[in-house]
């Protein structure tokens, strides 16, 4: 499928540029009151939903026989269908309503057994565009992405993106560097692949399908893990309804990922009554 992934994915290049454009003008107007809140207490934006339906639109007519699966609305899985598209029309919702650069547009590209094969993440703000089929080349504002050199033992030194509510969930005080978050889950999984002194990310839990694939994909072609802290292989199929990953993701050189495994620790589930 390769050849026919590159084609797709060069088609959807634009597309998603197209569309972080889109929400980067909407950004400029945005006040106070276009920040609303989802069931689950996640911030959503008239932004979000206008970028879905252009993405959704083109999409469907690039390839009418791929199933699509969104943030914002809700689209039914065929598992026979030979291609799933992941799109998150804003990834990093919440630092985008505060006028943040922090956010992308992420769209992922699944086969049939649900294996991430393409990716495509642009963030307008901080003039990121990222993009791989199959197994590569991965490329960085069109031009090929450099290949991974050699992993460097974790030290005070060290970066390590993560979410902003890393800290209810897995236990820090074994790590010796430094954590970052700009906002958006996507380019935190793959900032380790741009900038050198950072050694990998810490996603989750609660991910979903649509955060993560286009990251998943990319880090693949480059030969980097991305997987469940709890070393674990992802497991879409139970994300395609919509619903969360399995536990906080993580993504690194192999050799930092399986470091990162001795030093973190998930912390007991609080009470829920």
Request: glycine residues 8%; negative net charge.
């Given at each position: 499928?390769?050849?026919?992934?590159?084609?797709?994915?060069?088609?959807?290049?634009?597309?998603?540029?197209?569309?972080?454009?889109?929400?980067?003008?909407?950004?400029?107007?945005?006040?106070?009151?276009?920040?609303?809140?989802?069931?689950?207490?996640?911030?959503?934006?008239?932004?979000?939903?206008?970028?879905?339906?252009?993405?959704?639109?083109?999409?469907?007519?690039?390839?009418?026989?791929?199933?699509?699966?969104?943030?914002?609305?809700?689209?039914?899985?065929?598992?026979?269908?030979?291609?799933?598209?992941?799109?998150?029309?804003?990834?990093?919702?919440?630092?985008?309503?505060?006028?943040?650069?922090?956010?992308?547009?992420?769209?992922?590209?699944?086969?049939?057994?649900?294996?991430?094969?393409?990716?495509?993440?642009?963030?307008?703000?901080?003039?990121?565009?990222?993009?791989?089929?199959?197994?590569?080349?991965?490329?960085?504002?069109?031009?090929?992405?450099a290949a991974p050199?050699?992993?460097?033992?974790?030290?005070?030194?060290?970066?390590?993106?993560?979410?902003?509510?890393?800290?209810?969930?897995?236990?820090?005080?074994?790590?010796?560097?430094?954590?970052?978050?700009?906002?958006?889950?996507?380019?935190?999984?793959?900032?380790h692949l741009i900038?050198?002194?950072?050694?990998?990310?810490?996603?989750?839990?609660?991910?979903?399908?649509?955060?993560?694939?286009?990251?998943?994909?990319?880090?693949?072609?480059?030969?980097?893990?991305?997987?469940?802290?709890?070393?674990?292989?992802?497991?879409?199929?139970?994300?395609?309804?919509?619903?969360?990953?399995?536990?906080?993701?993580?993504?690194?050189?192999?050799?930092?990922?399986?470091?990162?495994?001795?030093?973190?620790?998930?912390?007991?589930?609080?009470?829920?009554?």
């Amino acid at each position: 499928m390769t050849d026919e992934t590159t084609k797709i994915i060069e088609a959807l290049t634009p597309l998603v540029e197209k569309a972080g454009k889109l929400a980067r003008e909407k950004q400029r107007t945005l006040s106070p009151s276009d920040r609303t809140y989802k069931d689950d207490e996640s911030v959503v934006t008239e932004a979000d939903e206008m970028v879905e339906r252009f993405l959704v639109e083109r999409i469907a007519r690039l390839v009418p026989s791929a199933n699509l699966l969104t943030e914002e609305a809700e689209h039914d899985y065929d598992p026979k269908k030979p291609l799933s598209f992941a799109i998150d029309p804003i990834d990093g919702t919440d630092v985008y309503s505060q006028g943040m650069p922090g956010w992308c547009v992420s769209v992922g590209l699944l086969d049939r057994a649900l294996v991430p094969i393409g990716g495509v993440i642009y963030a307008p703000c901080l003039d990121l565009l990222v993009a791989t089929s199959d197994n590569g080349p991965v490329t960085l504002n069109r031009s090929p992405l450099a290949a991974p050199g050699p992993a460097h033992p974790i030290s005070v030194r060290s970066n390590l993106m993560v979410t902003s509510h890393i800290h209810k969930t897995v236990d820090l005080s074994g790590y010796v560097g430094k954590i970052r978050g700009i906002g958006s889950a996507a380019l935190h999984l793959i900032y380790h692949l741009i900038y050198p002194p950072v050694i990998g990310a810490l996603e989750g839990p609660g991910i979903h399908i649509w955060d993560v694939a286009a990251a998943h994909a990319i880090n693949r072609a480059q030969g980097e893990d991305l997987a469940y802290l709890n070393g674990r292989p992802i497991d879409y199929a139970p994300m395609t309804g919509g619903g969360p990953g399995a536990d906080v993701v993580v993504s690194g050189r192999p050799s930092t990922v399986q470091a990162l495994r001795h030093m973190l620790h998930r912390l007991p589930s609080r009470p829920t009554g």
